[in-house]
């Protein structure tokens, strides 16, 4: 059976340089989780199959718990901000301390909402959209992960230039989500060049799984040199993890530009924590790849948008979509 399920990936970014402190700061101990779940995908955005992202401005107490709380950036606005609040106020940290006294700091965070595919053995492989076959080899060693793949669309609907982007563990869960996404055709209207993402979970048909660890990036500072020259890219990563996820080793397999985003990679990868791969119900150390894109004008820039220079509020579309928007209104990265 083929369900579409939310996934949340969050993003941890640097924040520009402010009369508060940093929780990436060299000079103090950054705090350390002990409680963050991925906010709840509101439903009816869910229903409706739109995707986006949310940058949130927080300060993390002296008591380790979610003091002051803004939205900075939404894309799409209207949508996803007040569930990515929502659950940010749910976080606790063991706070961040300077020397032995415990302080509080402010950090930039990303919720990514992504709607997601989930794959099992009994998953059908024929019409417009087949589903990936899951693969036999790693239904046998009860192996489950997940993969992302981007694609552009022709003007006929049909997709060209897919490539894998995420994909825990790596090898046949990459091959077999390319081998069925490449027979995908999208019905027009089309916008010819335009280019998509698309999430696929693969679960055994008796996976005991439910909510997993979301992944976790590390904060880097964005280039400079990219910021004043509004600079894009992408750097494209193999990493080795332990069974919880956390990153051991990185190498490098491509970047564009190259070298401008290297170090920034190396650095969020080596402190990312990525939600693990799991053979028969346990999460198992893997090889994983990860694929990490930079935007300045989705980052905290020196002189850009940072959490002192709120944007005020965005114009909200219809529908309106969920209960959470029930909570009083109170960001980027890659």
Not at 324 to 330: G, L, R
């Amino acid at each position: 059976m083929n369900r579409r399920l939310p996934a949340l990936a969050l993003a941890f970014a640097a924040p520009a340089a402010g009369a508060w402190v940093p929780c990436n700061s060299p000079e103090i101990t950054a705090p350390v989780a002990i409680r963050r779940e991925a906010p709840a995908y509101p439903t009816a955005v869910r229903e409706i199959g739109i995707e986006g992202s949310v940058e949130v401005a927080l300060t993390v107490l002296a008591d380790g718990s979610i003091g002051w709380v803004r939205v900075v950036r939404a894309d799409p606005p209207g949508y996803f901000e007040q569930a990515a609040i929502a659950g940010v106020r749910a976080w606790r940290f063991q706070p961040a301390r300077a020397g032995d006294r415990a302080i509080e700091c402010r950090m930039l965070t990303r919720v990514i909402f992504t709607l997601v595919d989930t794959v099992d053995a009994a998953t059908a492989g024929a019409g417009d959209r087949p589903a990936p076959a899951y693969p036999a080899r790693l239904l046998a060693e009860r192996i489950e992960g997940y993969v992302e793949v981007e694609f552009e669309l022709g003007a006929d609907g049909a997709v060209a230039n897919p490539r894998a982007i995420i994909a825990m563990p790596r090898g046949a869960f990459e091959d077999a989500a390319l081998a069925a996404i490449r027979r995908w055709k999208f019905r027009p209207p089309v916008q010819p060049g335009e280019r998509r993402s698309r999430r696929f979970e693969f679960r055994l048909p008796d996976s005991t799984l439910a909510e997993v660890p979301p992944t976790l990036l590390a904060s880097a500072p964005f280039p400079v040199a990219a910021c004043e020259r509004r600079i894009r890219g992408r750097v494209t990563l193999e990493v080795s993890t332990d069974a919880a996820g956390k990153v051991q080793r990185v190498r490098i397999l491509s970047s564009d530009p190259k070298g401008m985003f290297d170090a920034t990679a190396r650095t969020i990868a080596r402190g990312a924590r990525l939600s693990p791969a799991w053979r028969d119900g346990q999460p198992m150390a893997a090889t994983a790849l990860l694929t990490l894109y930079f935007d300045p004008e989705k980052a905290t820039c020196p002189g850009g948008l940072g959490p002192e220079r709120d944007q005020g509020p965005a114009p909200r579309p219809q529908p309106r979509v969920s209960r959470i928007d029930e909570w009083p209104a109170p960001r980027g990265g890659w």
